[in-house]
């Protein structure tokens, strides 16, 4: 017959090994989890430092635009016509990634997520205004404009400008 020993031995041996076989799963999982969370953190800001990337790259190109070609005709009653017809171009990131974005849906601020889409689709139609302006000056107007014999640059009444280049032009411009 097992004595007292022998007892304790077979219930405290199987109970020990299940306890740190739970232990040492419970650990293993506690520290996956908070290396994955450390992992997500550290993808969630870099996407949100390209994301602030993004937005500079948005506001250099149309602020760049707006010093070299519309602050020097500003004020100017011709400025619709007289305005330099340079592209404004963008180089670097000027769109989001949708996808990784997704986060800041669960963040305090969702609204966030909708304002950078907001702008990213002002910049994308600013840039597409501009281009629209540049192939209107320089492939319908410049060439109205040489036909009629006015010299690009030279002061002339916006009336004969306007019938050189036709009113539907005018009004795009």
């Given at each position: ?35 994955k969370n450390d992992e997500i953190i550290k993808n969630n800001i870099a996407t949100a430092n390209r994301a602030l990337y993004t937005i500079y790259n948005m506001w250099n190109t149309l602020t760049q635009y ?108």
């Amino acid at each position: 017959m097992p004595t007292e020993i022998e007892y304790f031995n077979l219930i405290i041996n199987p109970l020990a090994t299940l306890v740190a076989a739970f232990s040492g799963a419970w650990i293993a999982f506690r520290f996956e989890r908070h290396s994955k969370n450390d992992e997500i953190i550290k993808n969630n800001i870099a996407t949100a430092n390209r994301a602030l990337y993004t937005i500079y790259n948005m506001w250099n190109t149309l602020t760049q635009y707006y010093d070299d070609v519309i602050s020097e005709c500003e004020h100017k009653d011709d400025a619709w016509l007289n305005m330099a017809a340079i592209p404004a171009t963008s180089t670097g990131l000027s769109q989001f990634s949708y996808n990784e974005l997704d986060f800041i849906l669960q963040s305090s601020s969702p609204n966030t997520y909708a304002n950078l889409l907001l702008e990213e689709q002002r910049f994308s139609s600013s840039i597409k205004l501009i281009s629209m302006r540049t192939d209107l000056i320089i492939n319908t107007v410049f060439p109205r404009m040489a036909n009629a014999g006015i010299n690009p640059g030279t002061e002339s009444n916006q009336q004969i400008i306007e019938n050189a280049i036709g009113s539907d032009t005018a009004h795009k411009l």
